[in-house]
Structure formats: structure tokens, C-alpha cells
Antibody, heavy 121, light 110 residues
């Protein structure tokens, strides 16, 4: 059964770059028609879609984060990554990676456990 | 794009029903039949319970149902059980490969 797991630093300094990786296991990141997604959730608040990537490298970003975010994929490692630059305290959140269903681009049917990233000096 | 609007809280007695609304615009909820709902327990990842407005993933009890009218979608949980107490978030496709989530609703089982 396909699983996702986020990894990366739990603490980032303000103005620096947040970098996270999602490792896919039990399946291939090159699976046809599956897109890979980043979502975040500030403590005590709601979910926010960050962006989506296909294994070909095609990316789609939230308009509110587009100027600061980059998502990439490494098919040799079955991983995709998130970079968010110029972070502030407002970027403190639990970051989730997720996937779409192979027959449904418009919903996220499997999620990683999430990783908390705090932005603080 | 703005977050979809959900009531902060909803409640119902054991065995009764609760309905959660999710209000958007013609650019998201009203424009596409791509509304999904997620259940989230404290400290846990969200879990998909409804997709494409009213479809249930395998393994989700048929007590969960979804609908949409105009710019508002709804999630109904019938026959409430203690384990249904959680946060619920709606999500909608918003065009141009964008997605938007709702503000979230905490469901309490009385």
C-alpha cells in the first residue's frame, strides 16, 4: 500500500528557506495520472493547498505563495520536495504531502503523517 | 482565492444527524463538481471521506453523504457515532489547477 513520509528540519530561521522532502514507498512516483501535493496547516488553523507536481515536472502553485515556492521531483528516489523561501513566523505549520487518486485529480486520497516546521530565530 | 466558508462548530446527539455547510463562489464550489471532504482527528493527518461532491471512498461508512446546490456544498453525517467527533474540511477545485480548502468545522457528538 502506497505510503508518504515527510522529512526535513523542524526549525527554520526567519528569512531563510524551508526545505522538505516527501518519500513515496509502496508505489512509484511515476505512476500514471497520480499527482503529488503539498498542503500545510498552521497550529490551530485550517488547511492550505501549497502546490501540485506531476512526475514529468509540471507544477502548479497557490497564487498566494507562487512567488516564494518551488516544488521539484526526483524520480530516481521516488521523492518530491518543497522549497519555500523568505520564511516568516506565518509559515510555521504542519506540512503534509499527499497524492491524488489515479482516476481523480481533484481530491487527495492519501496523506503523509505531517511534519511540524517552526520559523524562529 | 479565499478560503471556503464553514461554520466553526456543529453538534448532534448520538444516533442523530449533523450537516456541515461549505460556501464558496461560482469560481470554485459553484463552478465545478469537484468538492471533497476530509475528516481530521487532533494531531493526525486528514482523511478523505467524500469526493466529487457525493462519492464515498472505499471503506468510508455510508453514514457520510455529500451534496451541492449552487455555491454551497454540504456534508451530512447520519447516525452519529462517538468516533465521528473530529474536524471536517471541505475542498474545491478552483480552476487553473488551483485548489481551495474550507475554514474547517469541529463536530461534537453530544
Amino acid at each position: 500500500q502506497l505510503q508518504l513520509r515527510e522529512s526535513g528540519p523542524g526549525l527554520v530561521t526567519p528569512s531563510e528557506t524551508l526545505s522538505l522532502t516527501c518519500t513515496v514507498s509502496g508505489g512509484s512516483i511515476t505512476s500514471s495520472s497520480i499527482f503529488w501535493v503539498w498542503v500545510r496547516q498552521p497550529p490551530g488553523k485550517g488547511l492550505e493547498w501549497i502546490g501540485t507536481i506531476y512526475y514529468t515536472g509540471a507544477t502548479y502553485y497557490s497564487p498566494s505563495l507562487k512567488s516564494r515556492v518551488a516544488i521539484s521531483v526526483d524520480t530516481s528516489k521516488d521523492q518530491f520536495s518543497l522549497r519555500l523561501n523568505s520564511v516568516t513566523a506565518a509559515d510555521t505549520a504542519v506540512y503534509y504531502c499527499a497524492k491524488t487518486h489515479s482516476s481523480g485529480y481533484f481530491y487527495f486520497d492519501r496523506w503523509g503523517q505531517g511534519t511540524l516546521v517552526a520559523v524562529s530565530s | 482565492q479565499s478560503a471556503l466558508t464553514q461554520p466553526p462548530s456543529a453538534s448532534g446527539s448520538l444516533g442523530q444527524s449533523v450537516t456541515i455547510s461549505c460556501t464558496g463562489t461560482s469560481s470554485d464550489v459553484g463552478g465545478y463538481n469537484y468538492v471533497s471532504w476530509y475528516q481530521q482527528y487532533p494531531g493526525k493527518a486528514p482523511k478523505l471521506v467524500i469526493y466529487d461532491v457525493s462519492e464515498r471512498p472505499s471503506g468510508v461508512p455510508d453514514r457520510f453523504s455529500g451534496s451541492k446546490s449552487g455555491n454551497m456544498a454540504s456534508l451530512t453525517v447520519s447516525g452519529l457515532q462517538a468516533e465521528d467527533e473530529a474536524d471536517y474540511y471541505c475542498s474545491s477545485y478552483a480552476g487553473s489547477n488551483n485548489f481551495v480548502f474550507g475554514t474547517g468545522t469541529t463536530v461534537t457528538v453530544l
